[in-house]
């Protein structure tokens, strides 16, 4: 039993961890119906812009806002070189391309500015792990799992609840209604992209501490996020969360159980058969494209 | 005497080319991995070749040439590896190439080395099949001075299961041809000992959990993980020991000393003890002189050499190279080889004095008495016995009769 606490609790860190990165990509997703493919490369430039904040002295606390910041302003860059030119010409595939060649252009820029090396991102809680229903766990996964929770309240309530998210909600309704209604649907898609990096940003100087920062840490967690998306479904944000514990969970549970040569496997597999059974993933509503 | 009037000819012919051609440099390839997990290993490699390379320029170079390096990184990835080798063999025409760090990309590239009968001179890469490759081939052309699997995982178990007696061990190893190769040394070489791993776990590059690795390793009850993986994952599992509060100790190959995993395992990492053929300590003035100029040239942080191993075994490299080269009296592959079989002189390296280190059939400079044991403490790579330290100054040369390393099948 207590081994089972121990891989569920491990896996529930490890799934929020793709669940923050999933998120932005529903967060763009919901706007503009384009995913920001570099969306592991704006992770991995915020995880690095925060340890080179945090190594000129920084806080930890007071480096969030600043990398979040930066965060944002890649994000309206991503969207205004490589997603604004594609919904322009209503290229159904444009930006699939170009978001993926804006992602391995920074982490290009990255191996040349932060060097080739994973580094050590100083973790600013302690590191000795505490017990938690006879499982161990570290203060830093806990940090991962509130900060991820609250981002995404935060955000889904700002959505819901503030004018501009209503605008943001109207736009993914139906674009074009929503630019009759005086709303600046161009706006929005650049805001929501900005969002996006920013939460990636937020989720990379998140799991630093846990992972290893490098300039190719956003590959393979960029990849198993978008693997959560599909499962969680790409409209919710309560998919996006449950999808992320259930990747999480199946990935620790079938290192253990199965084989860890297999650990992988059972995470895809569910992916497949979400795909196959309930395309638009377990909590997304199923959208109809009219033609 | 046909054959002696054609080699007269081919002299004439040598010695007129060289006449010719004194001022050209000699073109020596570096492959190795300058980016990604493995650069800290590929960069010392690197760094100890160019100063080696320097020294040897400094000196009026070889046959009275310049050495000059071709680098390349080949990114630890395999076809990366083959395009460089056949763009050094093709375009650079290299006389040879010194490096690869990974034995994936050491087996992929090499071949094309071996058809244009161009010298390999292997000097990171521990893949006991490296140099077994082109066995069956009438000449090889793959060489090593680093030291290989079938040495250091018996070194490993021996450490673990003999010295400190260790009953139950798990063995943890990355899914590459390294760790997976690496394994089934491991394995064989405990079964030489009459003891199965308790648990044998594998992970893949950029994995950032091992719980279940671990807990598998915890419930099976072992005493030590041996490990057979790079840097950053090794400092995975070492983070991951310290957040199950599961502390045993880590016993691995050479890799426990790349200076990624020291750094990113931080005091969880303290204690993991590896095979090493150098350790970053001035025990002879070989070594001293080479670890002043390093940290003088290339100033690493807290002047630590972030791989001493790839560093000096690179170092070593390019020396037994410019000495077959100067023996030979050409830069010609077959004969830059045949002089490496029958080096004449010694060549005083940092590792070792390598003393016809190797022959016909033997590649591998690196014999199973050379490597010692190092252990990670106050986040440095240190000699794990004091005995050793105290012996450092005796430079141990190769022994082809030493005892300890696995069989190789035929």
């Known amino acids: ?291 | 005497m046909m054959f002696s009037a054609r080699w007269i000819t081919a002299t004439a012919l040598a010695a007129a080319s060289f006449a010719a051609l004194a001022a050209d440099p000699i073109k020596i390839g570096v492959s190795g991995p300058f980016t990604g997990g493995s650069s800290s290993m590929g960069v010392s490699m690197r760094d100890g070749v160019r100063l080696a390379a320097q020294e040897i320029n400094k000196n009026g170079g070889v046959l009275g040439r310049q050495i000059q390096l071709v680098e390349r990184d080949d990114e630890a990835k395999n076809e990366r590896g083959v395009q460089i080798a056949q763009e050094l063999i093709n375009r650079e025409k290299v006389v040879a190439t010194v490096g690869f760090i990974n034995t994936g990309v050491a087996l992929a590239a090499q071949r094309f080395y071996q058809d244009a009968k161009i010298p390999v001179m292997n000097n990171v890469a521990t893949g006991s099949v490296i140099t077994q490759q082109f066995k069956d081939q009438p000449e090889n052309y793959v060489f090593r001075n680093a030291a290989h699997d079938s040495i250091q995982a018996p070194m490993i178990v021996e450490e673990a299961i003999t010295r400190r007696g260790f009953k139950k061990v798990a063995i943890l190893a990355d899914s590459t041809n390294y760790g997976q190769l690496g394994r089934a040394d491991l394995e064989k070489a405990l079964e030489l000992k009459g003891i199965k791993p308790v648990a044998v776990e594998k992970f893949n590059i950029k994995d950032v959990d091992m719980t279940a690795q671990l807990l598998k390793a915890k419930e099976a009850g072992a005493e030590a993980i041996l490990t057979y993986g790079i840097g950053p994952e090794l400092a995975q599992i070492a983070n991951g020991m310290t957040k199950l509060g599961w502390k045993v100790p880590m016993v691995g190959s050479w890799t426990l000393s790349m200076a990624n995993y020291i750094d990113n395992a931080g005091p969880g990492g303290e204690g993991a003890r590896m095979p090493q053929t150098f350790i970053q300590e001035p025990t002879t003035p070989k070594r001293q002189s080479f670890i002043v100029n390093y940290l003088k040239t290339f100033n690493p942080k807290n002047s630590r050499i972030d791989s001493p191993v790839s560093a000096a075994q690179g170092y070593d490299s390019i020396y037994l190279l410019a000495a077959a080269i100067k023996q030979a009296g050409s830069t010609e592959g077959p004969k830059v080889k045949a002089a490496l079989e029958d080096l004449k002189a010694p060549v005083e390296g940092v590792v070792t004095t390598y003393n016809k280190p190797f022959t016909k059939t033997d590649h591998e400079a690196i014999t199973a008495n050379i490597p010692v044991f190092g252990e990670v403490k106050g986040q440095r790579v240190v000699y794990a016995y004091e005995a050793d330290f105290k012996a450092a100054s005796e430079v141990k040369v190769k022994d082809v009769n030493a005892k300890g390393a696995l069989t190789q099948k035929k």
């Open chain 1, 1 to 291: 039993m207590q081994i089972l606490t121990q891989l569920v609790f491990s896996g529930i860190a490890l799934g929020m961890i793709y669940a923050v990165i999933a998120f932005g990509y529903q967060l763009t997703f919901s706007t503009s119906d384009t995913l920001n493919f570099g969306q592991g490369d704006a992770l991995m430039l915020g995880a690095l812009v925060g340890l080179t904040l945090v190594g000129h002295g920084v806080n930890y606390w007071l480096m969030i806002p600043l990398v979040c910041l930066f965060g944002a302003l890649q994000g309206a860059f991503v969207e205004r070189i490589g997603v604004r030119p594609a919904i322009k010409i209503k290229s159904e595939f444009g930006w699939i391309m170009s978001t993926i060649a804006l992602g391995i252009i920074f982490k290009n820029v990255a191996e040349n500015v932060w060097g080739r090396d994973d580094l050590k991102f100083p973790s600013p809680l302690p590191e000795a792990p505490i017990k938690l229903l006879g499982a161990n766990v570290l203060p830093m996964e806990i940090l991962v799992v509130v900060g991820a929770l609250l981002m995404m309240l935060a955000v889904e309530l700002f959505n819901r609840r503030s004018i501009y998210g209503r605008a943001v909600v109207a736009t993914f309704n139906d674009r074009d209604a929503a630019k009759l209604m005086g709303i600046n649907t161009g706006l929005v898609i650049t805001f929501s992209y900005a969002l996006s990096s920013l939460t990636a940003a937020f989720a990379g100087v998140l799991i630093a501490p846990l992972t290893l920062t490098g300039a190719t840490m956003g590959a393979v967690l960029g990849l198993k996020a978008f693997a959560v998306a599909i499962i969680g479904g790409l409209t919710s944000g309560m998919g996006i969360i449950v999808g992320g514990i259930i990747l999480g969970i199946a990935e620790t549970t079938t290192g253990f159980y199965l084989s860890t040569g297999y650990k992988d496997v059972p995470g895809l597999v569910l992916l497949l058969i979400v795909l196959a059974l309930k395309p638009a993933g377990l909590f997304g509503k199923t959208a109809i494209k009219k033609v």
